[in-house]
T-cell receptor, first 115, second 112 residues
């Protein structure tokens, strides 16, 4: 059983650029969620994908977008980067059955620095 | 109504002592309450979770107490060890595990 892998681990971008972060879900999981974690804060929900469709979104602007692929891997895209986008971006996969809660398996995250 | 409020922000406990972290929620639609442990440079890891139809769940040294009427739940770490030093997050989700909301975290330091 493989865990959740994220790439890259670290990234430095310039304000105004675009970035794509990637995530491979744990085998057997059908749901992927993305979180932004600022230093010293709890993870903030960006959005969730279930069976390749967005299934819930947090309080993030449209320049944050995503995709989930048939193999349940996922991408997070951020356009027009701002300094405040600097954070640890976490991908989490889970097996959602619709009948009860499911714990997340998190990756180790991508540390994004916007300069 | 989507918030999960966590306290304290930080906690220092002697080795062998009991660590207690509290959380409160507002949305009664939440039906799954997990706790996560995060070490520096790592993603959070699921520690223990409870559903609202039980008042307590114990796994080893970790216990969740759940008070549905007060909309509160807490994590107790018995016989705390230096290796337990980490940041702990409570969380809540609804409708089959969708859209999990996290608390702000508690930094626990266990003194040897």
């Amino acid at each position: 059983e493989t865990g959740v892998t994220q790439s890259p681990t670290h990234l430095i971008k310039t304000r105004g650029q675009q970035v794509t972060l990637r995530c491979s879900s744990q085998s057997g999981h059908n749901t992927v969620s993305w979180y932004q974690q600022a230093l010293g804060q709890g993870p903030q929900f960006i959005f969730q994908y279930y069976r390749e469709e967005e299934n819930g979104r947090g309080n993030f602007p449209p320049r944050f977008s995503g995709l989930q692929f048939p193999n349940y891997s996922s991408e997070l895209n951020v356009n027009a980067l701002e300094l405040d986008d600097s954070a640890l971006y976490l991908c989490a996969s889970s097996l959602a059955t619709g009948t009860g809660g499911a714990g997340y398996t998190f990756g180790s995250g991508t540390r994004l620095t916007v300069v | 109504q989507q918030q999960v409020k966590q306290s304290p922000q930080s906690l220092i406990v002697q080795k062998g002592g009991i660590s207690i972290i509290n959380c409160a929620y507002e949305n009664t639609a939440f039906d799954y309450f997990p706790w996560y442990q995060q070490f520096p440079g790592k993603g959070p890891a699921l520690l223990i979770a409870i559903r609202p139809d039980v008042s307590e769940k114990k796994e080893g040294r970790f216990t969740i107490s759940f008070n549905k009427s007060a909309k509160q739940f807490s994590l107790h770490i018995m016989d705390s060890q230096p290796g337990d030093s980490a940041t702990y997050f409570c969380a809540a989700s609804r409708g089959g595990g969708f859209k999990t909301i996290f608390g702000a975290g508690t930094r626990l330091f266990v003194k040897a």
